[in-house]
């Protein structure tokens, strides 16, 4: 079984990786304790199981987790967390295996033996991002040509909605969200974004200036791209605020 550790915490993760390695049929491809090297490695190299971390800087491992079994739903996957009994029912309630911290060799003999029995994760990882609070610095987006892209918080103008499609906007580029807006208003509300309107959130750095129109409605202009957006009437005292602040 080839299985991937992904753990911030080194001692967490030697220590696990030397009890998974004592295992005959288990072969270790990869030990990351980073995050977003973790993520670009899984995004091109699939494993069979993956024991990942959940509190991780950057990007959490519930969303790692869910963009890896977005494009290899055959990957099983073993989450590792110091959470309390009261935040683990969660994963008992979506029946998604996890290894509480301080873990002990048995308890991993055990997982394994459940997970070489067990189905996939299938959807159930994807209704657990609502069941833990956890933010952002790096999200996911699909470029042209379907391939899955990191984009740093920083580099993202706006979200909005296309039809009934998220476009993500950068510089340079627009890419496909795979997530709700409110997904990404919750997860990124403490880096610097702003909901302009019920279809935008926007980048309050990247922001030139605002205007009202004649209809007494408003538009929020930028500072690297030509876009402009709407800024609804009742958000324009809360943006005001900030420029003022």
Excluded: W
């Amino acid at each position: 079984m080839k299985v991937v550790v992904v753990d911030n915490e080194i001692n967490a993760l030697d220590y696990l990786v030397k009890i998974l390695s004592s295992y005959e049929d288990v072969v270790i491809e990869k030990a990351f304790a980073d995050s977003v090297e973790a993520m670009v490695y899984l995004l091109k190299n699939p494993c069979e199981m993956l024991f990942l971390d959940i509190e991780m800087p950057i990007i959490n491992g519930i969303y790692l987790a869910e963009q890896i079994i977005s494009l290899y739903p055959q990957t099983k996957i073993c989450f590792v967390t110091a959470y309390n009994d009261f935040a683990v029912k969660a994963f008992e309630i979506n029946a998604v295996d996890y290894i509480l911290k301080p873990f002990t060799k048995s308890r991993i003999s055990d997982c394994i033996k459940k997970m070489e029995g067990s189905k996939p994760n299938d959807c159930t990882i994807n209704s657990l991002s609502n069941s833990f609070k956890y933010e952002l610095e790096i999200i996911c987006g699909y470029n042209d040509e379907e391939e899955i892209v990191l984009i740093n918080y920083n580099e993202i103008i706006y979200i909005g909605m296309d039809g009934r499609k998220v476009l993500i906007r950068t510089k340079n580029n627009k890419y496909a969200g795979n997530k709700p807006l409110n997904f990404y208003e919750e997860k990124l509300k403490k880096s610097s974004f702003f909901r302009a309107h019920k279809s935008y959130i926007v980048n309050l750095q990247k922001i030139e200036k605002f205007s009202p129109k004649i209809s007494y409605n408003y538009d929020l202009y930028f500072k690297d791209i030509r876009d402009t957006i709407p800024l609804s009437r009742s958000k324009v005292k809360e943006l005001k605020d900030f420029f003022d602040s």
